[in-house]
Nanobody, 126 residues
């Protein structure tokens, strides 16, 4: 049974840092692309970052330079290290996984990810 479980969310002050974790069971993080998405209050879900099967990483414009995605094969876990957080980063954060695509599908495409976690809440506020 495939399962993704996020953790690490919480309340942080502006300028602070958080590290989110996505623990995967049922398949290897090395065999799937693992992405982070977020949904801010009143907004649609948006892509944040992705680590592809081959290890390439991708970031949204808002995440570039502040967030770092990484994976630990031994722990079968993907991390999202977030720095210099602002109130605009307040959202529920979800990790998602997809297997090999038969043709090119942008990493941001939400409906290309069949496996999702339940989310972890991040609140950036003073």
């Amino acid at each position: 049974q495939s399962q993704l479980v996020e953790s690490g969310g919480g309340l942080v002050q502006p300028g602070g840092s958080l590290r989110l974790s996505c623990e995967v069971s049922g398949f290897s993080v090395d065999d799937y692309a693992i992405a982070w998405f977020r949904r801010a209050p009143g907004k649609e879900r948006e892509a944040v970052s992705c680590v592809a099967r081959g290890g390439n990483t991708h970031y949204s414009d808002s995440a570039k330079g502040r967030f770092i995605i990484s994976r630990d094969s031994g722990k079968n876990t993907v991390y999202l290290q977030m720095h210099n957080l602002t109130p605009e980063d307040t959202a529920d954060y979800f990790c998602a996984a997809r297997g090999v695509q038969a043709q090119y599908v942008p990493w941001r495409r939400i409906d290309s990810y069949p496996f999702w976690g339940q989310g972890t809440q991040v609140t950036v506020s003073s």
